[in-house]
Every structure is written in C-alpha cells, then in structure tokens.
C-alpha cells in the first residue's frame, strides 16, 4: 500500500495531475450540456461540488460498515440523496435556472466522477482525505467546464453572464450554443492540454 | 407540449433529437467502448432493450405509485434502483438461458447501469410529460440512435487508428470529441424535419 498522501498533494492530483476532465475525461455528460450559458454552468457545478464533496465524505465515514457485496448500491443511494437535496434547493431558490437544467441536475448521480471518487478513493481512506479529495476533484471538474463557458458563452451570445461584452458588430456563432460547439470546444481543449503537458505515461508514449 | 404521434417521435429520438449529439447524454461509455465496431455493436443492442424496458417501467412507477403518494421528489431513487434490478435480473436470465449472447454482451450489461443515457430518457419521458406508448417510444428511439452513433464513430476510429498518423495528444479522447462534433453538426441537417420539446 503506497504512502498516504498528504493534503496538499490530494489537492494538486485533483486540480491539474489528476484532471477529472482533462486527463481522464470523465463524467462530462451531464455537465457539458449546460455550458453554453455561464450562470447555468456555474450553478450546476455548485451542485456538483457539494454532491461529490459530500458523498466522498459519507462513503468514507461509513467504509468500514459497508458490506463488500452492497457497497456499490449504498453508494449510489447516499449519492442520490446528495442531488435531491441539490434538486429541491436549485428548485426552491433559482427556479429559472432549475427550469433550464431540466434534468441534468438528476442526472448528477449518473456522472461517472461521483461514483468514480467513492469507489477510487473514500473506499479507502480516512473521511478527512477523502472530503479534500472530493472536493479537489470536483474543482478540478468545474473549472474546466467554466473555462468553457467562457469560451462558448461570448461566441455563441455574445454575452458572458448576460452583459454584452463582443462588439455590436459581431455575428454570434449559433454553432456554439449548439451541441457540436461544445464537443468541438472540449475536444480541442484536452488536445491542447495533453500535447502541451504529457502525463501519464500513455501520453508520452503517444508522441510520435 | 407537443402533440406527436409514437411514430414521429421514434423518428425524431434518432435522428433530430439523438440522445447522445444533442443532449451529451451517455459519453463516459460512449469514449471508452468506441475503440472498435464489435464491441459498439455489443453494447449498443444491449442498451436499446434496457433502456425501452426501463423507460416503461418507470413511466408505471412514477405515474402509479410515486405520484399517488406523492414521493415524485425520490423519483431519482426509484429510478435508480429500478434500472440497477432491471439490468440485473437481465444479466441473469441472459446467463441462464442464453449462455451464447451472455458471451457477447455479458461485460457490457453492468455498465450500463452507470450509463447516464437510460437515467436521462427516463427524466425526459417525466418532464416532457409523455403518454406510456410515447414513453416506449421514446426510449426505443433514443437507444437506437446512441447505437448509431456510437457504431459510426467506432468505425472512424477504427480507421483512423490504422491509417493516420496522428499529432501528439491528439489520439484518444481528444479526437473522439472531434469526431464525435462533426457527426454532431451533421445530425444538424435533420433538426428542422420534427421539433419536439
């Protein structure tokens, strides 16, 4: 068994060595959806944060009472009580927004990132560590989808955070608000990442 | 909403409304089964059966059980542990009485579990507020055109990992996406034939 890491590693592997996102593309279904408005992606990521922090922390306080055999559904249960939580909050205070989720913020539980940190990494380690971690990763994960707010958001709009920020003249780009924007964003983006700075060993192999 | 006949809305789950091209739904696996045709393949037929049962057993669950109790806000719950017994019980089955297709499609079904599409087609099925033979399908279409998809992308990459040669970083994920958004502005071009909502 490797040495724990410490606090600060946990949170540099979740933010850059260890990118959700960018190294592992992981978990962008439910969340890529809504980056093509900034405010939607920024509440969606709070959800997000606070789901897998949360559960992260839950799976590892109750490690050692969980049966092998059932871990994998009580973690789904514990997550899928973290996003009613979310649901009915956005929905109580945001109701604009929660219409405009419509059901991404459900399908948070589905989002391989929650499931993928309760099983790599709170199954196996202190609650303290596995809070930092849940919450490393899901910063890591959210901002890169910011970034990508910010990039359809002003060429597909012309806007960022509603306020009109791309000259009068500008013709918005429709194809970024639209599904194939955010693929193409995203694709160009973990190529940039990964040819600029190799990782894994998989990635510098890849150098022809 | 929309008053669309079962038939149209079949048409328009693959084609102008697909699943995986316009509402990102189901890319975890989407990336890591498309290296190959076959296994694509696999896949794909085993999320079409799962995800029209399971869009069928949740309409019943919500519509009589949940929403006479008034539990609609554990309906991800419910749906949850509906989709993970489904698959299960079909793992089994599938085991017990069809050892041959148990062989092909039998690593694929516990992925499926995790598989945000099937969540997805459900919630979209509640909140599109769809009658039960829209529901069916609705989720038969969906699964139909995530298995277009993800077979046509298994394909080009399965050219493309033979005969390219490919600049550093760009192999893997990365170019996946890029594919996966030029099928995606190509499935565009269907939009304007049906709108649903």
């Not at chain 1, 560590?129 to 919450?135: E, M, Q, T």
């Not at chain 1, 707010?149 to 429709?174: D, S």
Request: charged share 10%.
């Amino acid at each position: 068994m490797p040495k724990p890491l410490s606090g600060s590693q946990i949170v540099l592997q979740g933010l850059w060595n260890d990118n959700p996102v960018l190294r592992q593309i992981l978990g962008i279904c439910s969340t890529l959806a809504v980056t093509n408005l900034l405010v939607n992606t920024l509440v969606m990521n709070a959800g997000l944060v606070f789901t897998v922090t949360m559960s992260s922390l839950t799976v590892s306080i109750l490690r050692n009472y969980t049966p092998m055999r059932i871990r994998m559904m009580a973690q789904t249960l514990i997550i899928a009580s973290y996003v009613i939580i979310v649901d009915i909050a956005i929905g109580a205070y945001l109701p604009d927004i929660s219409e405009a989720l419509g059901p991404y913020v459900g399908l948070i539980i589905t989002n391989c990132i929650v499931m993928g940190r309760c099983e790599a990494f709170a199954m196996k380690n202190r609650p303290w560590a596995s809070f930092l971690d849940g919450l490393a990763m899901s910063l890591g994960y959210a901002a890169v989808l910011l970034i990508i707010a910010v990039i359809r958001e002003p060429l597909g709009f012309g806007t960022l955070l509603g306020y009109r920020i791309m000259p009068e003249g500008f013709t918005p780009w429709t194809i970024m608000i639209m599904a194939p924007g955010a693929f193409f964003t995203l694709g160009l983006f973990a190529w940039f990442v990964r040819a600029k700075f190799p990782q894994t060993a998989e990635e510098k192999k890849q150098g022809h | 909403m929309v008053q669309v006949d079962s038939g149209t809305l079949l048409f328009a789950a693959i084609f102008t409304n697909n699943i995986l091209l316009t509402n990102f739904l189901g890319l975890c696996p989407f990336l890591a089964i498309s290296r190959e045709i076959r296994s694509a393949l696999g896949l794909g037929v085993a999320v079409v059966f799962v995800m029209t049962c399971t869009a069928v057993l949740n309409y019943l669950a919500y519509y009589y059980v949940l929403l006479p109790m008034g539990l609609d806000h554990f309906r991800y719950i419910v749906f949850i542990i509906i989709i993970a017994a489904f698959v299960q019980l079909v793992e089994m089955t599938v085991e017990r009485f069809f050892p041959a297709l148990y062989y092909i499609l039998g690593i694929f079904l516990p992925l499926i579990t995790v598989n945000c599409a099937i969540l997805g087609a459900s919630l979209f099925m509640i909140i599109r507020e769809y009658t039960l033979v829209q529901s069916m399908a609705y989720g038969a279409g969906s699964g139909i055109g995530w298995m277009i998809a993800i077979i046509a992308v298994g394909a080009i990459r399965e050219k493309v990992q033979k005969s390219a040669k490919l600049p550093k970083g760009l192999e893997g994920p990365a170019l996946t996406l890029i594919i996966t958004g030029i099928m995606a502005l190509a499935f565009t071009a269907f939009s304007g034939m049906i709108q649903i909502q």
